[in-house]
């Protein structure tokens, strides 16, 4: 049984698997987290064998946080990508202080981007293009992590969830380390693009919310740049929010605060670079 504890900040984390694919995920793209020992842990999670005669026929992998179960089992060759989905529930309904929500973060020059979620957006990949492509420092592609106390982001530098064609695109961008696809998922073909160097060493660095931007790929459309008010903003942050009504006043006065810092946009775009030259218009960073 495979048994390592790692810091993937802001959390520490234990985590144990006879899977050699999740050994695999766990070397390739947490190589770099510290180690902690005697630490407190946050999350204690397993990823085990299917039960009765799951551990042979059809095997199958379930996920296991704090003695908890509370997923369906999934195939055993996906444990790794479950891992990833596992620990996004996680963090979202555990976590203990923080607003969160379905977003990618990035930062630049003390100044973070959020990019909300929704399906079909392109969100991870344009994520992924600005962290490799124009120097934008990852907190977090998954999950946007608010401290209500602070108004600050905390970074959860993690792999990039990819999906289809944007593994092809991500892959091809230069440095950037894709690991193993995984095929018929629920998601459809999945991997993961790992974190820069850089991301992780900075992961105790935070940042202040400066743009929101909702990214719409759109491949029949042209690219504009459209504002969005904050009062729009904030109904669709609300849907993206996993913990924002049990988190009660102090998580509506949280996205309130972040709503009033931030200028808010939508970009539709039919390629990537069309999607760096919005952003770069929008924050005025190259």
């Not at 029949?220 to 008010?229: A, D, L, Y």
């Amino acid at each position: 049984m495979f048994d390592t504890t790692l810091r993937i900040a802001p959390f520490v984390i234990r985590v144990r698997s006879p899977f050699a694919s999740v050994v695999e995920h766990l070397e390739f793209f947490y190589r770099d987290c510290e180690k902690p020992r005697d630490a407190f842990v946050d999350f204690d999670i397993r990823l085990l064998p299917g039960q009765g005669l799951h551990r042979l026929w059809r095997p199958q992998a379930r996920f296991l946080v704090d003695d908890q179960n509370p997923f369906l089992p999934l195939p055993a060759n996906q444990a790794a990508p479950m891992f990833e989905w596992g620990l996004n529930w996680t963090i979202a309904s555990r976590s203990l202080g923080y607003v969160v929500f379905h977003a990618a973060v990035l930062e630049k020059a003390g100044n973070a981007i959020i990019l909300p979620g929704f399906p079909g957006a392109g969100k991870s990949t344009l994520c992924a293009a600005l962290s490799h492509l124009r120097g934008w420092r990852l907190l977090s592609d998954e999950l946007a992590i608010l401290d209500p106390a602070t108004g600050a982001l905390i970074a959860n530098p993690r792999p990039i969830s990819l999906k289809n064609a944007s593994i092809d695109i991500v892959t091809r961008f230069p440095g950037t380390r894709v690991g193993r696809q995984y095929l018929d998922t629920r998601k459809g073909t999945v991997a993961h693009a790992a974190p820069t160097r850089d991301a992780i060493e900075r992961a105790d660095q935070n940042a202040q919310p400066r743009w929101l931007v909702f990214p719409q790929f759109s491949p029949e459309q042209g690219r504009q740049v459209t504002p969005v008010s904050h009062a729009e903003a904030f109904a669709l942050i609300g849907e993206q929010s996993f913990n924002q009504e049990r988190m009660g006043e102090v998580g509506f006065r949280a996205l309130c605060a972040l709503l009033d810092r931030v200028d808010c946009h939508q970009i539709e775009y039919s390629s990537t670079e069309d999607a760096l030259d919005l952003v770069a218009q929008v924050t005025q960073q190259d």
